[in-house]
């Protein structure tokens, strides 16, 4: 099953990915599995969370530069607009 429908993943996260598959193959005690899946569920959410903030943070510039744009334009149509 492919998630990341066209995203590549760069060969440090290749090897991340390897690196957590190799432990958990390895490891066969359920509190270790559990501390491993802990740290996989934070590190999941921790990137879902930059994730939409790198995203609000796009759209919050897009709309500022909207506005600005726009007052530009309006100001550029009222030349008394000071």
């Not at 099953?1 to 598959?21: A, C, D, K, R, Y």
């Not at 934070?42 to 726009?70: D, E, F, V, Y």
């Amino acid at each position: 099953m492919n998630m990341t429908s066209g995203i590549q993943f760069t060969t440090e996260q290749l090897f991340h990915v390897e690196q957590f598959n190799r432990a958990l193959d390895a490891t066969s005690d359920p509190t270790q599995l559990r501390d491993l899946a802990k740290q996989l569920l934070k590190a999941w959410q921790t990137q879902k969370a930059a994730t939409t903030w790198i995203m609000h943070q796009q759209l919050q510039g897009s709309t500022n530069a909207w506005a600005m744009a726009r007052s530009l334009q309006n100001d550029q149509a009222d030349p008394n607009s000071d």
